[in-house]
């Protein structure tokens, strides 16, 4: 072969496998504006899957899920779910939750794909959070694979009590990672946006601010609330989403889903939709039959799965390489 055959392959090689690999594409992600962009500054918008609540679907923490999310289904950010207050969450057995979130944090590392640590958690937990993320800011800071969600959903708290425990993780996170994402949650489930746009954190770079949607139960009013946000600057990653109604269950909404997929899309926002566990509900997106090691064959995956595999493989095109 001739050197400049050689050239060629391996340059091709080299934009395949950067390609497959979105860390390596993206680098350290910043956020400019409202927009999340790469290491270069060009707009990158994230979609993926988040896993069901570790404390009840430990089962799936484990790297053959996250070779099969980030192979087979070409997602590029998947989201680790650490449950806080029930069961046997983080409060009542830290080090077994840790463990399996660091699990998926390091599969995710080695598949070169952005990994969300998320606070899966409804009240504030204030002193217990300071410590896991300073630890978690420690061991994986350098990392540009990781993004930390500090809050997953509010319900009772007011946005000044969310903002207030808010700073004080960042100030934990920020003492040994200057840099990478952090997800703010926002009131009522992470609907109430357009108050945080009113007021929003001051001080800090590469926050963004979540909002969660289900198809079914959230229409007009959050689509303006969103917009309203976006017009008042506001840096929105959608960290939890689904077809069907908040309760998790009932039936797929598609009409209102692709409408919310098309907004997420024109206003290049990030998306993960929510879960993997194997819960008998529509949002559930395997059934019990599932392997706990990934592989999962279609007639194990259920509608919503087979739905939200279908959305990541035609938009996710910076895994097409594959
Ligand atoms: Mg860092």
């Known amino acids: 072969m001739k050197k400049s055959a ?9 934009t395949v496998l950067t390609n497959a690999q979105p860390v390596k594409k993206y680098g350290h992600l910043k956020v400019d504006g409202t927009q999340l962009v790469s290491e270069k500054g060009e707009p990158v918008v994230l979609r993926g899957i988040s896993y069901g609540w570790h404390n009840w679907w430990p089962r799936f923490y484990n790297k053959g899920t996250v070779k099969t999310l980030s192979n087979d289904w070409n997602c590029s950010v998947l989201r680790a779910a650490m449950g806080v207050g029930p069961d046997s969450g983080y409060t009542k057995e830290p080090e077994w939750s840790k463990s399996l979130v660091m699990n998926v944090v390091e599969a995710a590392i080695d598949e070169g794909i952005y990994v969300i640590i998320d606070w899966h958690s409804h009240h504030i937990f204030l002193d217990e959070a300071k410590e896991f993320f300073s630890e978690m800011a420690k061991t994986y800071g350098d990392h540009p694979n990781i993004i930390y969600e500090i809050f997953n959903e509010p319900v009772e708290d007011s946005w000044e009590d969310v903002k207030e425990y808010s700073v004080e993780v960042i100030k934990s996170i920020r003492e040994h990672d200057p840099d990478n994402i952090i997800l703010v949650g926002s009131p009522h489930w992470d609907q109430d946006v ?4 009113d007021n929003p954190i001051v001080g800090y770079s590469n926050l963004m601010y979540t909002l969660h949607f289900y198809a079914a139960t959230h229409k007009e009013y959050l689509f303006e609330r969103g917009d309203y946000a ?7 990653f959608v960290s939890e989403s689904a077809g069907m109604e908040a309760t998790g269950n009932g039936p797929i909404d598609y009409e209102n889903w692709t409408k919310w997929i ?17 819960k008998d509900e529509t949002c559930s997106m395997l059934k019990k039959s599932a392997d706990s090691n990934g592989n999962w064959k279609d007639e194990e995956i259920k ?5 939200t595999r279908e959305l990541i493989k035609k938009y996710n095109t910076c895994k097409d390489s594959k």
């Open 194 to 197: 357009h108050i945080v746009a």
């Open 303 to 307: 509608t919503s799965g087979l739905r």
């Open 262 to 278: 098309d907004w997420m899309e024109k206003n290049q926002i990030s998306w993960i939709t929510w879960s993997i566990a194997d």
């Open 230 to 236: 976006l017009e008042k600057g506001l840096p929105l």
């Open 6 to 14: 050689y050239i060629i392959l391996a340059v091709l090689l080299i």
